[in-house]
């Protein structure tokens, strides 16, 4: 604030004083300045948010119908070759938590590699997705997979989210069966808090992003555990295949990826 009002000072009188007057048309003429400016930013803010790159209508849950083929199941781990992101993603390339040498990618895939295997042992299809998720990809359901962080080594615990915008209105339903089987699994402690970030997950948005699910695959995140809590390693780290366990039991209990006759 001083210096602002040192180089204001330096101005005038570089510039010479000359008179009120035309001091007080500056400054109404800067307040229209800032005025136009903000309505400027208004404009594109509201133009972001109406934006909606998905060609034709959204389709509703009332149209919501099964993919063709065989039950089909996407895992993605979160972060994993985030470093190919397109420019529409390009913040991808250098988020991502860690520990000691460990990045959260590495967690995250364990975890999606050993569930795949179980459920394509069951006789599910299985898509092993990296952060960048094919435009408009299909599936009966979609999982992304990451680990949470925090300064915090007291931090403990999984959540899990559906989307916020969820066409399909199936999503929430396969999110409490997560909840449950994953705690079941792990004996982690479920946090009921759901984040914007997680609501709003990226790979949700195909109204803003071509890398993008379809609108009418149902889709959930979930945080594993914090990678920086030493009660939560013992089980993403030290054990993934009881975090496996967790999601592989909600898919074979949701009755849209339920298999036949099991």
Do not use: C
Request: hydrophobic share 40%; net charge positive.
């Amino acid at each position: 604030m001083k210096l602002t009002v040192l180089t204001a000072a330096v101005v005038l009188f570089a510039a010479g004083f000359v008179g009120p007057g035309v001091g007080m048309a500056a400054a109404q003429e800067q307040r229209a300045t800032e005025r136009d400016a903000s309505d400027d930013a208004s404009d594109r803010w509201s133009r972001w948010r109406n934006y909606n790159r998905y060609p034709g209508p959204i389709p509703t849950p009332e149209e919501w119908g099964a993919p063709a083929g065989p039950i089909r199941i996407g895992l993605q781990a979160g972060h994993w070759r985030a470093d190919e992101a397109p420019r529409e993603l390009r913040r991808l390339r250098y988020n991502g938590t860690q520990w000691r040498g460990t990045a959260e990618w590495e967690a995250n895939l364990a975890i999606a590699e050993l569930a795949g295997a179980q459920l394509e042992a069951l006789g599910y299809e299985v898509d092993i997705l990296p952060a960048v998720v094919p435009p408009g990809y299909r599936a009966h359901l979609f999982i992304a997979i990451h680990a949470d962080g925090s300064d915090s080594p007291a931090a403990s615990g999984y959540r899990v989210t559906s989307p916020r915008r969820d066409a399909t209105g199936r999503a929430e339903d396969a999110a409490r069966l997560l909840r449950d089987t994953y705690g079941a699994a792990t004996g982690l402690r479920n946090l009921p808090v759901q984040t914007r970030r997680m609501q709003n997950y990226y790979a949700f948005n195909y109204r803003r992003y071509e890398h993008a699910l379809h609108p009418m695959t149902i889709a959930l995140i979930i945080e594993t555990g914090f990678i920086t809590s030493a009660h939560d390693r013992r089980v993403i780290l030290d054990a993934p295949q009881r975090a496996a366990k967790g999601i592989v039991e909600a898919v074979k209990a949701f009755p849209i990826t339920a298999l036949p006759g099991r």
